[in-house]
């Protein structure tokens, strides 16, 4: 797989990542053999970058992402994980030392490892970019040896433009794609000028962007298809990008005749992403070692032409951006 260099770290990350959230099975049931499966189908793919949270599963994806690796052995990927939404009540104020360090220990035991690699802040209240005490918090850890490197995962542009400031921050983690397409304007340029990593997640707008889904599909209780469809559980941008869903099927439409023939429909939106050279992983979610193979065989499809990425634009400005550009 092509690889992508991140000025601020010296990583050389494989363009496409993994989304572990599933792996929690908070997205419906997910067995422990087809965790371990989806996640070694992903890594023989060549993805080098796996992405966890402490609370996807409450703990369950951790654990299974450090199972997997262990019984795998050979070089290990970069995995990041997140904290702060432990936190009951979500408050900003809450984002100290002695939480977060709690966090930080619980991911150590989870993950089964002396020192994380990246732990991002979990799309934090927007007061938390405006403490820097909680980011002289995260400096402690790392001169502490518990965590390597930090980021933060923003829900708004406007967040992830503010994080830069921080000299030591590692990366931006953001939503993305054929359907969000606010941060190519200003942030993706500052991003890249700081040589911050940039992580791209919901790509494929939570599953909308595979083309598979209708009017008639259902999702298990669990599924935040169906419990956040509304921004109920957190923020709507979350689910579907925050695009109604009728309002996705309908442009779906008018992107399936643009899937060039030898990709799927989720290839195309992954390939469209790694048309913004300021990208530097992207974490698609999967359940299945099928879904995994075809995520990761995305970057090996050629440059989109002018002409398509033009077709795309329009189909965004007429019937996707009054719906979230100037909602993130
Ligand atoms: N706040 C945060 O920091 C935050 C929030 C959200 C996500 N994330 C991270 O970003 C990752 C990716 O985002 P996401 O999982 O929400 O959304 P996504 O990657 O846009 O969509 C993932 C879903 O699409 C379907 N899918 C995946 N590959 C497919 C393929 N090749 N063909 C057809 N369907 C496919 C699967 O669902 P079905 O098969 O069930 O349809 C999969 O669970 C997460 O796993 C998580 O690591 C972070």
């Not at 707008?205 to 209780?221: A, C, N």
């Amino acid at each position: 797989m092509r690889t992508r260099h991140v000025g601020r770290t010296g990583w050389d990350l494989g363009e496409i990542g993994f989304g572990g959230w599933a792996l929690g099975a908070d997205w419906g049931p997910v067995s422990d053999k087809d965790a371990a499966d989806t996640l070694n189908a992903a890594l023989d793919s060549g993805v080098n970058f796996i992405d966890t949270a402490d609370v996807y599963g409450d703990g369950r994806s951790e654990q299974r992402i450090a199972r997997t690796l262990k019984a795998r052995g050979g070089d290990k990927p970069i995995v990041a994980t997140k904290a702060g939404r432990r936190l009951n009540p979500h408050n900003a104020a809450d984002y100290t030392k002695a939480n977060l360090t709690a966090f930080v220990e619980r991911s150590l035991r989870n993950l089964e490892t002396d020192a994380l690699d990246l732990v991002q802040l979990h799309c934090p209240p927007t007061q938390v970019y405006y403490q820097p005490e909680t980011f002289e918090v995260l400096d402690g850890l790392v001169i502490a040896g518990k965590i390597k490197r930090y980021g933060v995962s923003v829900e708004k542009v406007e967040e992830g433009i503010k994080a830069l400031e921080y000299p030591a921050l590692a990366s931006v983690q953001i939503i993305f794609n054929i359907f969000r397409q606010r941060p190519a304007d200003l942030f993706f340029r500052l991003a890249k000028e700081r040589g911050v990593a940039v992580i791209v997640r919901v790509p494929l707008s939570s599953g909308m962007l595979s083309g598979k889904l209708t009017r008639e599909s259902q999702f298990e209780p669990s599924d935040h298809r169906n419990y956040n469809r509304h921004g109920e559980a957190f923020d709507v941008g979350e689910t579907f990008s925050g695009v109604p869903y009728e309002t996705g099927l309908a442009a779906v439409e008018k992107l399936r005749p643009l899937v060039p023939a030898s990709a799927s429909m989720a290839q195309l939106a992954l390939r469209w992403i790694l048309m913004h050279d300021a990208v530097s992983v992207i974490i698609p979610g999967g359940k299945s070692v099928a879904q995994a193979r075809d995520n990761a065989a995305a970057a090996g499809l050629p440059p989109l032409s002018a002409e398509l990425m033009a077709r795309v634009q329009a189909i965004y400005e007429s019937r996707i951006k009054p719906y979230v550009h100037q909602r993130w």
